[in-house]
Antibody, heavy 123, light 107 residues
Framework: QLQVQESGPRLVKPSETLSLICTASGGSIRSSIYYWGWIRQSPEKGLEWIGNLYYGGTTYYNPSLKSRLAMSVDSSKNQFSLQLRSVTAADTAVYYCARQGGEQGDIDAFDLWGQGTLVTVSS | DIQLTQSPSFLSTSIGDRVTITCRASQGISSDLAWYQQKPGKAPKLLIY???TLQSGVPSRFSGSGSGTEFTLTISSLQPGDFATYFC?????????FGQGTKLEIK
């Protein structure tokens, strides 16, 4: 059963770069039928879609974050990553990685989620 | 961006009650709407996609309807495990957006 889990620093200083990795286990992230996404959640903003990427490298970013955002995939490690530059306290949130599409690519929703990781931006 | 407005934001209900949550979109999104359930400290769990298709393994007391700008999630008879927060999400346009959530609490 495919599972995904987020990892990375829990504390990031203001103006630095937030970096997270999502690692898949029990299956491969290589697929032409679904996307991988990042979503974050904070009390102030609620659930916020950050962006999606396709294992081939195509990305779709939230315009509100696009200027600071980079997402990439490392299929050899069965991982994909998120980098958010120049963070502020407003970027403090629980960050989730998730799959959009379902095993057969017929589910237009995020059907598989990681457990989430709280990242705090503070000096 | 598409704005999704859920109502109510909070609902005090009892086991066995029938509950309906509404999600209104600021513009038409066809049927590209999903519903999630979230419990404290957990990731959202997909309940319904394409507005009315039940995700595998989700109990049949959950149902969804609607298209265009108005959608509903109905729980036919609340069970103890259903007290949680529910979110809608539109996937018709980038950027994907979520509703603000509806929290169900035990009366």
């Amino acid at each position: 059963q495919l599972q995904v889990q987020e990892s990375g620093p829990r504390l990031v200083k203001p103006s630095e770069t937030l970096s997270l990795i999502c690692t898949a286990s029990g299956g491969s992230i290589r697929s032409s039928i679904y996307y991988w996404g990042w979503i974050r959640q904070s009390p102030e903003k609620g659930l916020e879609w950050i962006g999606n990427l396709y294992y081939g490298g195509t990305t779709y970013y939230n315009p509100s974050l696009k200027s600071r955002l980079a997402m990439s995939v490392d299929s050899s490690k069965n991982q994909f990553s998120l980098q958010l530059r120049s963070v502020t306290a407003a970027d403090t949130a629980v960050y989730y990685c998730a799959r959009q599409g379902g095993e057969q690519g017929d589910i237009d929703a995020f059907d598989l989620w990681g457990q989430g990781t709280l990242v705090t931006v503070s000096s | 961006d598409i704005q999704l407005t859920q109502s109510p934001s909070f609902l005090s209900t009892s086991i066995g009650d029938r509950v309906t949550i509404t999600c209104r979109a600021s513009q038409g999104i066809s049927s590209d709407l999903a519903w999630y359930q979230q419990k404290p400290g957990k990731a959202p769990k997909l309940l319904i996609y394409y507005a009315s298709t039940l995700q595998s393994g989700v109990p049949s007391r959950f149902s969804g309807s609607g298209s265009g700008t108005e959608f509903t999630l109905t729980i036919s008879s609340l069970q103890p495990g259903d007290f949680a927060t529910y979110f809608c999400q539109q996937l018709n346009y980038y950027p994907y957006t979520f509703g603000q959530g509806t929290k169900l609490e035990i009366k």
